[in-house]
């Protein structure tokens, strides 16, 4: 029984760990609790029928499974349905990324596919 219990909390914290690298879908009450604690986010404005959305989301998602990146949240927001977030972020444009050290945005781009670039962006938010 002590070996299923065992098992059951590595497996727990497993999921705890896998969480922190992958995007989570956005809402305000999560990005204020992440930033007002001072950790980093990366803000993923997406939409599912655009080409560059597409490319861009596996590139922060492979990103963030790097070493040095595990412990920033990406929180993606749906271009289509939460238009209160893009006018919160000043956000005009799908495929928008935007970096946040604690409260202070520290970097944005729109539309960038390149996975240095995008690696350059994430890396500013720690």
Known sequence: MKTLQKW????????????????????????DKLTKSGKSVVVEVHA????????QSPIVKELLNEKELVNLTALKVDFDNQKAALKKFNVRQQSTLIGFKGEKEVARSVGDTNKANIKKLLLKTL
């Not at 599912?48 to 490319?55: G, K, L, N, S, V």
């Open 8 to 31: 059951i909390g590595v497996f727990g914290l497993s999921l705890c760990f896998n969480s922190y690298a992958d995007q989570q879908p956005y809402s305000d009450v999560l990005f």
């Open 48 to 55: 599912d029928w655009c080409p560059t959305c597409r490319a």
